[in-house]
């Protein structure tokens, strides 16, 4: 939030449209792209208002209740537009997903080549986002339809890698979320950090870490309390695995976070000499705090895999944790993100 103070009798006069101005004009442009994007959308319109967020890892989040799609940048949304999503027979999935492969120029290879402008492929299987017919109802094939227009402006700020949200739920909105993962830097007795990490870890716990198995891109972490293991992949491919105990009550569902950029300088560091991050739930239940959901839990990971973990998070990073066991969860296309060339032929359903 803008903290809008007027210089003192003592203070030299501010430079003209300088200062508190400056601040109090983005605050004034904030509210009022947030004032209008309250405001109820008809079918196959939008709205578009990226000033308000220039920087930061971009999030698209779909409501197949509300049949609309809502974009937020470093946790802060830019836009959002009406969709059509599947209709009865061809649903569209929900769960976490990824941006596997985009085009500006794309036709269905199932459905007499039928145009998909600015496509931006979700599964290997024929889901994507892309420009189309906008009725105010289901009536795609599965993929999810934007406005033509709102479709190539999604298109110059989404990159391979970027997290995409489908949800069965109306009116949801992410929040910011601690995910209590990265615990608090341990302290002696005397209140200073301690110089090395005291994090519980499973009993004969082990994990690999090989990140040079992967070309920079896109991080995604896997943590299924169903296999009591935890995964990190980059650009699709592991580089890392470790146990996990569980000491508590696990959670139930599955929850989502996204990496935003910057730190929070409010509360405890994390980990020895490692800042907070700052992260945004984008999918998960309750609108409690959402650390309260994971704390419960009592994880125990092994510290070293913790620590090399952090040090290669980025903002854009995805954390998902669920109790679906890994590579089974319906939706859960985060696992094959990344590969520009899959294994077989990708199905495109399209219009």
Request: hydrophobic fraction near 40%; glycine fraction near 10%.
């Amino acid at each position: 939030m803008y903290r809008l103070t007027r210089p003192s009798a003592s203070s030299p006069p501010a430079a003209p449209r300088g200062g508190w101005v400056l601040r109090a004009a983005a605050l004034a442009l904030l509210m009022v792209a947030t004032a209008a994007m309250a405001m109820p959308l008809e079918p196959g319109t939008w709205r578009w208002t990226p000033e308000v967020a220039p920087a930061g890892p971009v999030l698209v989040l779909v409501s197949l209740p509300d049949q609309r799609a809502t974009v937020y940048r470093n946790g802060v949304r830019i836009g959002e537009a009406s969709v059509s999503t599947g209709k009865p027979g061809f649903e569209t999935p929900t769960g976490v997903f990824t941006i596997l492969q985009k085009k500006r120029e794309h036709y269905s290879n199932l459905y007499d080549d039928a145009p998909m402008p600015f496509m931006q492929r979700l599964t290997w299987g024929g889901v994507a986002l892309h420009a189309g017919r906008v009725p105010g109802y289901p009536a795609s094939h599965g993929c999810v339809r934007l406005p033509h227009e709102f479709a190539e402006k999604l298109f110059d700020v989404t990159s391979r890698g970027m997290t995409v949200v489908i949800t069965e739920r109306a009116d949801v909105a992410p929040m910011l979320a601690e995910p209590t993962l990265f615990p608090p830097a341990p302290r002696s007795a005397t209140g200073t950090p301690a110089s090395e990490l005291t994090l519980p870890a499973p009993a004969g716990a082990a994990f690999t870490w090989q990140p040079g198995l992967a070309p920079p891109g896109a991080l995604t972490v896997v943590l299924s309390t169903a296999d009591r293991q935890m995964v990190a992949l980059r650009e699709g491919v592991e580089i890392g695995r470790a146990a996990v105990s569980i000491n508590g009550t696990a959670p139930t569902g599955t929850r989502a976070y996204l990496l935003l950029e910057g730190v929070r300088s409010d509360v405890a560091p994390v980990l020895p000499e490692r800042p907070r991050r700052r992260w945004l739930r984008v999918l998960g239940e309750g609108d409690d705090d959402p650390a309260s959901a994971l704390a419960p839990a009592g994880l125990g990971i092994d510290p070293g895999f913790v620590l090399r973990l952090y040090d290669v998070l980025a903002p854009g990073a995805t954390l998902v944790v669920t109790d679906e066991p890994l590579g089974l969860t319906a939706g859960f296309t985060v696992l094959q993100a990344g590969d520009e060339n899959p294994p077989a032929q990708p199905q495109m359903e399209g219009q």
